[in-house]
């Protein structure tokens, strides 16, 4: 290896990481930092990298790219992990290895390295998603080569070599952070018992402090993508914006969870996911006006293989992009816009409605007086799906069961 481009956060990790690089393997590292909506940090951490000893530091923003190319297809499949998980981390992790091989290609790398460890998920995604975008690429991975053991090894590494170390106490738990999510997970949160600590979320209000009034949310789509809030066309980024501080005001999309991980253990994490959350319900909602309903049945039955393998890392794998696309055909009909009601950590949906596209039809379900349905077609339909249960219940009772 001549150079590696190193996925950079700016933490202790990652910072000890670039300099055990350079150090062990005598090469450059370019420092890439993607900005997917975690805050402030980007442009700090690009000027620390280059501080610590990066030959290059790249901060780029892939926001757009992040919502767009990753968070809205999983919305139109309305993928959730085991139940609960809306999979803000698994879907980061795409769009970030894909701006590592672009830097790696522009740079003239050929290698790019990571801080995942060796007990997670991550290291699966970055490195899956890695070679498929570019088979020859490298893999350095610290966290599985070197002696460094735990936080205290690592701090003691940075005071070695002179990498500053963050001054404030470190929490009891670990963060990643996206437009569309925040995770936590480790330390204190380890114990599947304990509950998280007081003042832990970063994005949602405590339900139980929320504002006393609920609050109106109008979400329309078109082709099954979020297109307007309220009325307001808006731009991707902008629109997870703006629900997220919806749903943040109201404490909503806090999940608790006991998952299980690709590599075969149990993991314990909370997410806060406020405007995913709005959005997957809203979603939902006018879906149950547009699809058909073998189409909506189907599509049910291969959410948790599409949410599989977005977690285990196979995000440009051929099963899931053709999946993709199944799963983006049947959006065409998904036009029209749902109402939802948020109040202290809740999501309900009131109302949903599309003007061209609804299969709902108040002629036919309307228990008033209709000319369109004849309610003695039930007797014969009944009759035939009851025939095999007649068939056997024939035999067992002559059979004296």
Sequence with gaps: MKRVVLAYSGGLDTSIILKWIAETYGVEVVAYTADVGQGEEVEEARTKALA???VEAIAEDLREEFVVDCVFPALRANAIYEGYYLLGTSLARPVIAKGMVRAAEATGAD???HGATGKGNDQVRFELSAYALKPDIKIVAPWREWDLRGRADLVAYAERHGIPVPVTPERPYSTDANLLHVSY???VLEDPWAAPPPGMFQRTTDP???PDEAEEVVVSFERGTPVAVNGEELGPVDLLTRVNEIG???GVGRVD???NRFIGMKSRGVYETPGGTILFHAHKAVESITLDREVQHLRDEL?????????NGFWYAPEREALQAFMDSIQERVNGEARLRVYKGGVTVEGRRSDRDTLYDHATVTFEADDVYEQADASGFIRLQ???LRSLAEKRLGEGE
Excluded: C, D, K, Q
């Design 111 to 113: 290698a790019v390295a």
């Design 386 to 388: 009851a025939l095999r």
């Design 52 to 54: 610590t000893g990066a």
């Design 185 to 187: 997970e480790g330390g």
């Design 248 to 250: 943040g005001r109201h």
């Design 257 to 259: 969870i006991v998952e």
């Design 303 to 311: 959410v948790p293989r599409y949410a599989e393998m977005v977690y």
């Design 208 to 210: 139980e402090r929320a």
